[in-house]
């Protein structure tokens, strides 16, 4: 008799008996997956920290927990390639330091599963970057190495144009391939190439992109000259829509050097950051059709808690700039992870790591700022519901995962025995079926 109530709670909580063939089943959400061409209400289900299928009706007796989604969007978890997360080491106003964020705190609670790091470390300082956070974040760190050694440490570090050395840079990058995603530069403001083309030779050698933040223009340093002939294919040139820098010919015209460059197969990355995106260049921008490849928040502590905020306030402006929710999905998931080659993430395909982001647009009266505090008004907004990292619940902002406390035994939480494991009590992310595997 109480191993039946026993069966029965547990039903109740969300779960089925023992020895099911998924972990968790996401059942009756909007799936949108660009890569595999899916915008379509399905089941997700997952096992071992892995997609295991993804399909019309999946039976939920198959699941050890289900987790109803209906009138959410389930999507790939988000990947941020422009943000800057080396904290801790007390240096003030350094992206080696004060200016950086610790990643988890600003992650999971907008969807975003993976980061890239842009340019905070240089080879000097990356093994440090390395210990001190990406080691000990449960978010996946990647990282664009910095091609002034020191890192993005100020001004008398990144206009030192002796401490811009491609072959260390490079070494680097291969001695953590993978892990190290592409080379930065940043910051300068002299009219010198150096950087730029420092930074495509350790790439070349490396074999990975490079980034640009363009520093500032010169007549000798033009933009039409980087993005039509010092930047490769594949390489991105981040700040697409800031203005600063010749992104526009004459007030509410695109450079046409914007539709050269990507033709060459440059890529476009929005990096949000505090002081580079305004609407007055996105606006004909997205007139002109031209969409950027990526959408990234440049986050730090001068942009989090100004117009930028956040992935899903970004993204939320380019549904008020009238772009759908699907193609914002592809240029905050697939597109991102193709542009650091990272194609196990950003796509639900059966066999990828279950990075999931589940979803809400609310519906209301909406205000978006720019860099300047210029409004756009929208009536759409993002946020999440539920965050996933490798099968995971790391975040769940409504509790839709948890059984309602009254349906729950009287003593519930008062010792770890299998029933409030099976709620997932203790902040993790569900008990997971016998003999699955546990791995962080």
Not at 80 to 91: K, L, M, N, Q, S
Not at 412 to 423: E, F, L
Request: charged share 25%; glycine share 12%; with cysteine.
């Amino acid at each position: 008799m109480r191993q039946l109530a026993a069966i029965l709670f547990l039903m109740g909580a969300g779960f089925a008996p023992a020895q099911q063939q998924y972990d968790l089943l996401l059942r009756g959400g909007h799936v949108i997956d660009p890569k595999n061409k899916v915008s379509a209400v399905r089941d997700v289900a997952i096992r071992d920290g892995k997609v295991a299928a993804v399909g019309a009706k999946i039976d939920p007796a198959l699941a050890y927990k289900v987790v109803d989604v209906p009138g959410l969007y389930v999507t790939p978890g988000l990947v941020d390639i422009h943000v800057h997360v080396y904290a801790g080491t007390g240096e003030r106003g350094s992206y080696a330091g004060d200016n950086s964020l610790y990643p988890d705190g600003y992650t999971f609670r907008v969807g975003v599963t993976a980061v890239a790091d842009a340019g905070c470390a240089g080879w000097r300082n990356f093994e440090d970057f390395k210990q001190r956070v990406i080691d000990r974040s449960r978010t996946r760190i990647f990282a664009l190495l910095n091609i002034v050694g020191h890192g993005m440490r100020g001004g008398k570090y990144e206009q030192d144009l002796n401490d811009m050395e491609a072959k260390p840079t490079a070494e680097m990058a291969m001695r953590y391939k993978g892990l190290v995603v592409g080379v930065k530069t940043a910051h300068y403001s002299g009219p010198e190439w150096a950087p730029v083309e420092r930074a495509v030779e350790a790439g070349t050698i490396a074999n990975i992109p490079v980034m640009v933040d363009f520093g500032r223009a010169y007549p000798e340093r033009s933009f039409a000259e980087l993005v039509t002939k010092k930047l490769r294919p594949g390489d991105i040139y981040t700040h697409a829509f800031s203005g600063n820098r010749g992104e526009l010919e004459a007030p509410g015209h695109l450079n046409p050097a914007m539709f050269a460059g990507r033709k060459r197969g440059v890529i476009f990355d929005i990096g949000h950051g505090g002081g580079s995106f305004v609407w007055r260049v996105a606006v004909p921008a997205i007139k002109e059709g031209f969409l950027p490849d990526s959408i990234s928040t440049d986050l730090h502590t001068g942009s989090m808690n100004a117009g930028m905020k956040d992935m899903l306030n970004t993204m939320s402006k380019f549904l008020a700039l009238g772009l759908s929710l699907d193609d914002v999905i592809l240029r905050s998931t697939w597109n991102p992870a193709r542009e650091i080659r990272h194609e196990e993430l950003g796509n639900l395909s059966v066999g990828s790591p279950a990075d999931v982001a589940v979803l809400r647009v609310e519906k209301g009266s909406f205000g978006f700022a720019d860099m300047h505090g210029a409004r756009m008004r929208g009536t759409q907004k993002l946020t999440c519901e539920l965050t996933l990292r490798d099968g995971k619940i790391v975040y769940d902002l409504n509790a839709i995962a948890r059984p309602d406390w009254d349906k729950l035994p009287p003593d519930y939480g008062s010792t770890r025995d299998p029933r409030w494991d099976a709620t997932g009590g203790g902040g993790g992310g569900g008990r997971r079926r016998p003999g699955a595997a546990g791995k962080k």
